[in-house]
């Protein structure tokens, strides 16, 4: 028979860990924090990120895995540039492809000169090219976003946004 509070501390969830981690899956990233820079690959493993902020940029042949675990994910293809922080916060400076996906949101996003937005559950890809940005709402809630001069801009499950600079 289990006892009461074994019961109860068999049952109560995990502690979040707050400290995001990294894997390079292909290619190669720099990863800066503090006054230090390092060169990661594929033999680099998980890296846990104790920092409070996180500067990457990888090359055009990579792929990154960004966890933080139970609460969100995001992988990024291509060539990009970002921020990170402790907290599920992601600042997008450069990118081709980012997959986001939050479980238990929320991961609040911003895409430089472009929007912000906070993704509470669900998933969502962005492609950027030369002429913007594309957003589409993988599924769960309603996106929604508020660009750099205030427009507030929801986005449906199953639908496409497209983000032009301003100008």
């Not at 400290?19 to 503090?34: D, F, N, S, Y």
């Not at 890296?47 to 675990?69: C, D, H, I, K, N």
């Amino acid at each position: 028979m289990i006892a009461p509070l074994a019961l109860l501390l068999w049952l109560a969830p995990l502690p979040l860990d707050p400290a995001p981690r990294l894997a390079v899956r292909a290619g190669e990233a720099r990863l800066a924090c503090a006054r230090e820079v390092r060169v990661l690959d594929r033999r680099s493993g998980e890296l846990t990120l104790t920092q409070p902020a996180v500067y990457v940029e990888s090359g055009a042949a990579s792929t990154l895995e960004l966890t933080w675990r139970a609460r969100a994910s995001v992988t990024l293809t291509g060539p990009a540039a970002f921020e990170l922080g402790a907290e599920p916060r992601l600042v997008l400076d450069r990118f081709r492809t980012v997959e986001l996906e939050a479980r238990r949101g929320p991961l609040a996003v911003e895409i430089s000169g472009f929007a912000l937005f906070e993704l509470g559950t669900g998933a969502v890809r962005l492609q950027a090219s030369p002429s913007g940005v594309e957003l589409l709402n993988r599924g769960g809630a309603t996106l929604e976003l508020r660009t750099l001069e205030g427009k507030k801009l929801r986005v449906q499950p199953g639908r496409t946004l497209r983000l032009v600079p301003e100008g």
